[in-house]
């Protein structure tokens, strides 16, 4: 039986022009700037987002915390979302690598900071006691599967202007995003001096991402990361596949929404799961198990006997992770599955 794989898009594996095309990158010591693959991956990364430049990094991770040491300075204050990835995933990094205080809130009102979350939390007073704010951080993609609306992000990034604040982008899912707001994905790197987005998730590259930004602030980057250890050498074999996850990944992107779109659709129908389908806004699709004598380890664990694979349940619930190693068949051989659970 065929194994699905709905834990994460960043299971997706290398497809065969990938693979092909990591066996021909031309290749150099991309640390003394000398490996064109990995030029042409920046080149296309910066002009895709409208930025001056563009950096290889070798994680998201590395990308956002990159930035963040590239935009502040030791005891800076960084305001964030509580339930931010670089918040809550990033290993405490912000403050082991670039010292600085991170001002974690919980969105008053939606899934995103908004100006009125923030506004008050940027320091104007001068005192001798407060930390400077180094940094405002946003992402657009976000842990619950919704998208941060384009206008709320130029009413941030307006404000952070005023108060010359730079915003670093964790745009992990930046196209994913750019399809759910009908954009393109430079409308939403306008709204900030610094973006990170990922090639290895539903993009479909086996690692890497990219963080773009002014040719100054690149410029910066690029000796941190040096400091970070992320000079990577011959890295063209791993930028090969990213040129092709910028390109005919981005172009494929759609059938996971359609996908996932699909799923959201089948699993509401079935009586004791949870669902909203206005919330299912990339490729992520969220439900709950509200019927007596059923709950929602016991979902996965049943799916798990049959070969289709999600990770256990957390606050949010159960969460489908749509990509290409999964078809329409698989999403409906899913639905039948929760369908079977839930007799
Ligand atoms: C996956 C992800 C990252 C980090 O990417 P890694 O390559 O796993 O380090 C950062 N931010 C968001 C929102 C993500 O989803």
Redesign the pocket.
Same mark, same amino acid.
């Given at each position: 039986m065929k194994r699905l794989e709905f834990r994460s898009d &960043?299971m997706t594996m290398p497809t065969q022009a990938m693979r092909d095309a990591m066996r021909d990158a031309p290749v150099g010591d991309d640390v003394c700037g000398e490996d064109p693959t990995v030029g042409r991956l920046e080149a296309m990364a910066a002009e895709i987002l409208g930025k001056e430049a563009a950096l290889f990094v070798p +994680?998201? &991770?590395?990308g956002?915390q990159c930035a963040i040491r590239t935009h502040t300075k030791l005891g800076d204050e960084v305001i964030a979302s509580e339930l931010s990835?670089i918040v809550d995933h990033e290993v405490g990094a912000a403050a082991a690598i670039s010292g600085v205080q991170m001002r974690a809130v919980r969105p008053a009102s939606c899934d995103w900071l908004t100006v009125d979350d923030i506004a008050p939390r940027i320091r104007v007073s001068g005192d001798i006691h407060e930390p400077d704010t180094g940094l405002i951080l946003l992402?657009n993609a976000l842990a619950l599967g919704t998208v941060m609306p384009i206008a709320a992000m130029h009413g941030v990034y307006s404000l952070a202007r005023r108060h010359g604040v730079p915003v670093h982008l964790?745009g992990?899912?930046i196209f994913n995003a750019a399809l759910a707001l009908c954009i393109a994905a430079r409308r939403i790197a306008a709204c900030a001096d610094s973006v990170q987005f990922?090639l +290895?998730?539903g993009l479909g590259a086996p690692a890497g +991402?990219m963080l773009c930004g002014s040719a100054d602030f690149i410029r910066r980057a690029r000796k941190i990361r040096k400091m970070m250890g992320g000079g990577m050498r011959q890295a063209g074999v791993l930028a090969a596949p990213g040129i092709i996850a910028l390109t005919a990944g981005v172009a494929r992107l759609h059938e996971d929404h359609d996908n996932a779109r699909l799923l959201a659709r089948l699993l509401s129908e079935i009586p004791g799961v949870s669902i909203d389908p206005a919330r299912v806004q990339i490729n992520m699709v969220f439900c709950r198990i509200e019927k007596e004598g059923k709950n929602e380890q016991g979902l996965v664990d049943f799916l798990k006997a049959r070969n289709i694979l999600t990770y256990d349940p957390s606050w949010w619930g159960i969460r489908f992770a749509i990509s290409r190693e999964v078809n329409v068949n698989d999403v409906r051989a899913l639905a039948s599955a929760v369908a079977g659970y839930m007799e």
């Amino acid at each position: 039986m065929k194994r699905l794989e709905f834990r994460s898009d &960043t299971m997706t594996m290398p497809t065969q022009a990938m693979r092909d095309a990591m066996r021909d990158a031309p290749v150099g010591d991309d640390v003394c700037g000398e490996d064109p693959t990995v030029g042409r991956l920046e080149a296309m990364a910066a002009e895709i987002l409208g930025k001056e430049a563009a950096l290889f990094v070798p +994680s998201g &991770t590395f990308g956002n915390q990159c930035a963040i040491r590239t935009h502040t300075k030791l005891g800076d204050e960084v305001i964030a979302s509580e339930l931010s990835h670089i918040v809550d995933h990033e290993v405490g990094a912000a403050a082991a690598i670039s010292g600085v205080q991170m001002r974690a809130v919980r969105p008053a009102s939606c899934d995103w900071l908004t100006v009125d979350d923030i506004a008050p939390r940027i320091r104007v007073s001068g005192d001798i006691h407060e930390p400077d704010t180094g940094l405002i951080l946003l992402e657009n993609a976000l842990a619950l599967g919704t998208v941060m609306p384009i206008a709320a992000m130029h009413g941030v990034y307006s404000l952070a202007r005023r108060h010359g604040v730079p915003v670093h982008l964790d745009g992990a899912r930046i196209f994913n995003a750019a399809l759910a707001l009908c954009i393109a994905a430079r409308r939403i790197a306008a709204c900030a001096d610094s973006v990170q987005f990922c090639l +290895s998730k539903g993009l479909g590259a086996p690692a890497g +991402s990219m963080l773009c930004g002014s040719a100054d602030f690149i410029r910066r980057a690029r000796k941190i990361r040096k400091m970070m250890g992320g000079g990577m050498r011959q890295a063209g074999v791993l930028a090969a596949p990213g040129i092709i996850a910028l390109t005919a990944g981005v172009a494929r992107l759609h059938e996971d929404h359609d996908n996932a779109r699909l799923l959201a659709r089948l699993l509401s129908e079935i009586p004791g799961v949870s669902i909203d389908p206005a919330r299912v806004q990339i490729n992520m699709v969220f439900c709950r198990i509200e019927k007596e004598g059923k709950n929602e380890q016991g979902l996965v664990d049943f799916l798990k006997a049959r070969n289709i694979l999600t990770y256990d349940p957390s606050w949010w619930g159960i969460r489908f992770a749509i990509s290409r190693e999964v078809n329409v068949n698989d999403v409906r051989a899913l639905a039948s599955a929760v369908a079977g659970y839930m007799e």
